[in-house]
């Protein structure tokens, strides 16, 4: 009787928690704290009442800490992106001070602990951080940096590169400093946006987009396409859910823990 009664519970349980969890998650991150992203892509979240993921390197300054101090207060997530951004200055063009190659591991995880501190002075806000590797490179000096960063305790989450097919479906393997994201070319169409969430959907599973600017700046997601994305999620909020990278890897782990 006992185990029958046991059962039953298990049962009820899961389908309420079926029921009140939507069908997939998509999470929108923006890279390097850009202009269009405070001037076009905020306003667009805030309309149709959506939270993003930003991320910032230490080039904010007096002029935009205020206004991304008041983004964090709407509920945004200010996130870790490095202090510098250090790419291989054989992909990107930048100062040779911030080539990746002539960084160690040391400087590296120095330089994201110093930039959890500056994110404090901004918001306030919860640590550790999330992270978002620069250039999408795991390695400096050519020594791969995941499981130092893992080790540190300096961020909770880390994300990663990926192309359109970056459709995360097994949770279980997912590595929580290495989650893949669609990182959005120049120039996107809504229709192209829209495709991929319809992807997760078929999938049950999530989806990260990467994007940086939104309407200016670079790598340059049109204003339109992005507000048909937003639009879209908007239209289909009882099957999708729209949350911050911490939030929805928040929900991954609860799900591995259960």
């Avoid at 076009?40 to 991304?68: C, M």
């Avoid at 870790?80 to 990107?92: G, I, K």
């Avoid at 400093?177 to 669609?182: D, G, S």
Wanted: contains cysteine; aromatic residues 10%.
């Amino acid at each position: 009787m006992n185990r029958v009664f046991l059962v039953l519970m298990i049962v009820l349980h899961f389908t309420a928690y079926s029921q009140s969890r939507k069908k997939v998650i998509i999470v929108l991150t923006y890279d390097d704290g850009l202009a269009s992203q405070l001037d076009i892509a905020i306003p667009q979240l805030d309309s149709l009442g959506f939270k993003g993921t930003f991320f910032l390197t230490g080039y904010v300054g007096p002029k935009t800490i205020p206004r991304w101090r008041q983004m964090a207060l709407k509920g945004h997530e200010l996130a870790n992106h490095s202090l510098y951004h250090p790419c291989l200055l054989t992909t990107v063009k930048g100062n040779a001070a911030n080539n990746s190659a002539n960084y160690s591991v040391y400087m590296m995880l120095r330089e994201i602990g110093e930039m959890n501190n500056l994110l404090f002075a901004v918001d306030g806000g919860v640590s550790p951080r999330t992270y978002a590797y620069p250039c999408t490179e795991v390695a400096v000096g050519g020594i791969n940096y995941v499981d130092s960063l893992r080790q540190s305790g300096l961020v909770k989450y880390a994300r990663i590169g990926g192309g359109p097919d970056a459709v995360i479906t097994d949770f279980k393997k997912l590595d929580p400093l290495q989650v893949p994201a669609w990182g959005i070319h120049a120039g996107v169409t809504g229709d192209e946006l829209i495709a991929f969430v319809k992807k997760v959907q078929q999938s049950g599973g999530m989806g990260v987009l990467m994007f940086h600017g939104v309407g200016g700046d670079y790598i340059t997601t049109p204003a339109a396409a992005h507000k048909k994305l937003l639009l879209y999620l908007k239209q289909h909020e009882n099957e999708i859910e729209v949350t911050t990278f911490r939030a929805g890897m928040d929900g991954v782990a609860a799900l591995n823990h259960n």
